[in-house]
């Protein structure tokens, strides 16, 4: 059992295999979790994330929140601020949190996925 407060992607992977049509994948060579190909959750690439991080996949509107309630757990470089995203210290946060955080990153990619299907079926 690993110590409390210790989080890994191997955590990560468990808690978000658990949310309905979630599939483990990889994205730029680097362990990720998806949802219809789109990517929830992933061990960022670029070397402006601090090691044992996790970029998850949420609003633009929610993240000045997330950053303002918890800067100690939640971050964002100048490589990741274009993306809708933010950066997570795994050793800081908990997995209760972690789980919630992974729910809410679920919703907004499989939301952005219903509210676009009907212009990719359009499109020839």
Known sequence: MMPKG???????????LTLPGVE??????SPALKVHGKIIAAVPINPSAEPGSLMVRVDFESRPELLAAA???YYITDHYAPYDGILVRLARIDESV??????????????????R??????RR
């Open 98 to 115: 972690l789980r919630d955080l992974l729910g809410m990153a679920h919703k907004f990619v499989t939301s952005k996925l219903t509210s």
């Open 117 to 122: 299907s009907p212009a990719r079926k359009r």
């Open 71 to 73: 800067p100690d757990i």
């Open 6 to 16: 210790v989080i890994t992607f191997e955590a990560v992977r468990k808690i978000g």
């Open 24 to 29: 483990e994948g990889t994205a730029y060579g």
